[in-house]
Nanobody, 123 residues
């Protein structure tokens, strides 16, 4: 049974940094594509970053150069390093996993989701 648990969210001032973690269990972590998504009230969930089994990453234009996705296959943890945070980064952040051939920012490509961790950036 695939289980994903996010942590590391919190409140930060604009310009600050946070690192999110997603601890995975119940499947072969190294064999799955992983992604970070976010959602604000009244808006749909959107892709932030994704990393495939080989470690190749893609990013949404809104976070390129500020966020970095990485994975530790030995520890079965996915990370999202968020720097130069902006108020518009405020959202619930979700970790996702699926057996994909390559990275994806499409919500519909992922079948397994965590419960989310809240990130709030104040101006």
């Amino acid at each position: 049974q695939v289980q994903l648990e996010e942590s590391g969210g919190g409140t930060m001032q604009a310009g600050g940094s946070l690192r999110l973690s997603c601890t995975a269990s119940g499947y072969t972590f190294s064999g799955y594509c992983m992604g970070w998504f976010r959602q604000t009230p009244g808006k749909g969930r959107e892709g932030v970053a994704s990393i495939d089994r080989k470690g190749l990453a893609i990013y949404a234009d809104s976070v390129k150069g500020r966020f970095t996705i990485s994975r530790d296959n030995d520890k079965k943890i996915l990370y999202l390093q968020m720097n130069s945070l902006k108020p518009e980064d405020t959202a619930m952040y979700y970790c996702a996993a699926d057996n994909l051939l390559w990275s994806s920012l499409r919500v519909s490509d992922f079948g397994f989701w965590g419960q989310g961790t809240q990130v709030t950036v104040s101006s």
